[in-house]
Antibody, heavy 119, light 108 residues
Framework: EVQLLESGGGLVQPGGSLRLSCAAS????????MSWVRQAPGKGLEWVSA????????YYADSVKGRFTIFRDNSKNTLYLQMNSLRAEDTAIYYC????????????WGQGTLVTVSS | SYVLTQPPSVSVAPGKTARISCGGN??????VHWYQQKPGQAPVLVIY???DRPSGIPERFSGSNSGNTATLTISRVEAGDEADYSC???????????FGGGTKLTVL
């Protein structure tokens, strides 16, 4: 059974930093593209970033490019999202998602971790 | 950037058919995927590659895609189908994943 468990969310001041983690199990982690998708309170889903299985390729939404960094440790089956220069509009539940079909289809999701950016 | 447009809400009586649209420029040339999200829960993939169903998703869920509109169809709607539904594509021109704004399905 695939399991994705996010952690690292919390309250942070504007301009601050936070690192999210997603511990994966139940599948061969290194074989899959992984993504972060967020959802602001009462809003729709917004894709944030994706990373190839071997970490060779990364993708970012324009709204986070230059501030967020996605990376993974395949030896630990863990996906990360380093978030810097956080803004109020980054407040959201952050989900990690496993991708299939070249990574653009999210067939498994974690339960999410809440990030609140506020002073 | 590529934009997907969904109606904010759709209402349907139990046992009837619900159709949720997802509009985009020449979306018929792209592969569309659909997610169901119930309150307080993570999204669940219900349709991928326009019309394929993952294992465990009832046959009542189907999809189509042509021209500028993709459609998620839910037949014989049940109370348990009440949820938010979002469409999604991979925009090859920008190498970005794009989600529609989501549609809240209400079962009357």
């Amino acid at each position: 059974e695939v399991q994705l468990l996010e952690s690292g969310g919390g309250l942070v001041q504007p301009g601050g930093s936070l690192r999210l983690s997603c511990a994966a199990s139940g599948f061969t982690f290194s074989n899959y593209v992984m993504s972060w998708v967020r959802q602001a309170p009462g809003k729709g889903l917004e894709w944030v970033s994706a990373i190839s299985g071997g970490s060779g390729t990364t993708y970012y939404a324009d709204s986070v490019k230059g501030r967020f960094t996605i990376f993974r440790d395949n030896s630990k089956n863990t996906l990360y999202l380093q978030m810097n220069s956080l803004r109020a509009e980054d407040t959201a539940i952050y989900y990690c998602a496993k991708g299939i079909g070249s990574g653009g289809i999210f067939d498994d999701w974690g339960q999410g971790t809440l990030v609140t950016v506020s002073s | 950037s590529y934009v997907l447009t969904q109606p904010p809400s759709v209402s349907v009586a139990p046992g009837k058919t619900a159709r949720i649209s997802c509009g985009g420029n020449n979306i018929g040339s792209k592969s569309v995927h659909w997610y169901q999200q119930k309150p307080g829960q993570a999204p669940v993939l219900v349709i991928y590659y326009d019309s394929d169903r993952p294992s465990g998703i009832p046959e009542r869920f189907s999809g189509s895609n042509s021209g500028n509109t993709a459609t998620l169809t839910i037949s014989r709607v049940e109370a348990g189908d009440e949820a938010d539904y979002s469409c999604q594509v991979w925009d090859t021109s920008s190498d970005h994943v794009v989600f529609g704004g989501g549609t809240k399905l209400t079962v009357l």
